[in-house]
């Protein structure tokens, strides 16, 4: 069944992008295209990801890398999705969070990605806010993050949320926004790679207090000499 609904909802995008392409002169059916253009290869990479996580593919390869410089790149690589639907994107990062660390920057920044994406396409107003802060270890060799996606969007509802990081949840339930249901799964799954976790709070109540937060949890460890 999630088979014929992924095929399906990617014959429909190759085939809007054709008509588009075929049909228009103007601008707005070029853009039309970009968008669903890039829509179906955000799809193609979840599978990817997915298919590599579930048989081992993966290889980590931790080096160096600068949180500032990897939260300053997601705010600019989001912010056009979040401003077309006239959002919020914001960041921080705690002063006590180091500039340098080591980890894989590849597989960190792609679990961001996916968690602020969820966010934006689940947020109709409002805001959505990255937060970075530094948890106490005790040790010296060791640093613990913590990723803090905040966003006032739907929430989550009670039926979703015992299944909502399970493959395809979100299409099963017939939310089919993301085109492929397996964004959370695949960012959970790399964060357990990397020796972390992905957890979430969110309310449906409307108002101020409607929303979610979903949370990566990581240690890693301070850049080698």
Same mark, same amino acid.
């Given at each position: 069944?999630?088979?014929? &609904?992924?095929?399906?909802?990617?014959?429909?995008? #190759?085939?809007?992008?054709? @008509?588009?392409?075929?049909? /228009?002169?103007?601008? /707005?059916?070029?853009?039309?295209?970009? @968008?669903?253009?890039?829509?179906?290869?955000?799809?193609?990479?979840?599978?990817?990801?997915?298919?590599? !996580?579930? !048989?081992?593919?993966?290889?980590?390869?931790?080096?160096?890398?600068? #949180? %500032?410089?990897?939260? /300053? $790149?997601? *705010?600019? %690589?989001?912010?056009?999705?979040? =401003?077309?639907?006239?959002?919020?994107? %914001?960041?921080?990062?705690?002063?006590?969070?180091?500039?340098?660390?080591?980890? $894989?920057?590849? &597989?960190?920044?792609?679990?961001?990605?996916?968690?602020?994406?969820?966010?934006?396409?689940?947020?109709?107003?409002?805001?959505?806010?990255?937060?970075?802060?530094?948890?106490?270890?005790?040790?010296?060799?060791?640093?613990?993050? %913590?990723?803090?996606?905040?966003?006032?969007?739907?929430?989550? $509802?009670? =039926? #979703?949320?015992? *299944?909502?990081?399970?493959?395809?949840?979100? /299409?099963?339930?017939?939310?089919?926004? $993301?085109?492929?249901?397996?964004?959370?799964?695949?960012?959970?799954?790399?964060?357990? #790679?990397?020796?972390?976790?992905?957890?979430?709070?969110?309310?449906?109540? =409307?108002?101020?207090?409607?929303?979610?937060?979903?949370?990566? =949890?990581?240690?890693?460890?301070?850049?080698?000499?």
């Amino acid at each position: 069944d999630f088979i014929m &609904r992924l095929t399906t909802e990617m014959s429909s995008h #190759l085939n809007a992008i054709l @008509d588009r392409l075929i049909e /228009s002169e103007e601008v /707005s059916g070029l853009d039309e295209a970009l @968008d669903r253009s890039q829509r179906l290869l955000g799809m193609i990479n979840k599978v990817i990801d997915f298919t590599q !996580v579930e !048989v081992g593919a993966l290889v980590l390869n931790d080096r160096p890398c600068d #949180l %500032r410089q990897i939260i /300053s $790149d997601l *705010q600019e %690589r989001h912010s056009p999705g979040a =401003e077309a639907k006239g959002l919020a994107l %914001r960041h921080s990062v705690a002063p006590a969070v180091p500039k340098l660390v080591q980890t $894989d920057a590849h &597989r960190l920044v792609q679990i961001l990605d996916y968690l602020t994406e969820n966010a934006i396409q689940y947020t109709e107003h409002g805001y959505v806010e990255l937060r970075v802060l530094r948890e106490p270890t005790g040790s010296w060799d060791t640093i613990r993050l %913590r990723f803090e996606i905040e966003d006032t969007g739907c929430g989550v $509802d009670g =039926e #979703l949320s015992s *299944q909502i990081f399970e493959p395809f949840a979100a /299409s099963e339930t017939g939310s089919f926004m $993301d085109g492929s249901g397996l964004g959370l799964t695949v960012a959970t799954r790399v964060a357990r #790679l990397l020796g972390g976790e992905v957890s979430f709070v969110s309310s449906t109540a =409307e108002g101020a207090g409607a929303g979610s937060t979903f949370t990566l =949890e990581l240690e890693v460890r301070p850049p080698s000499d």
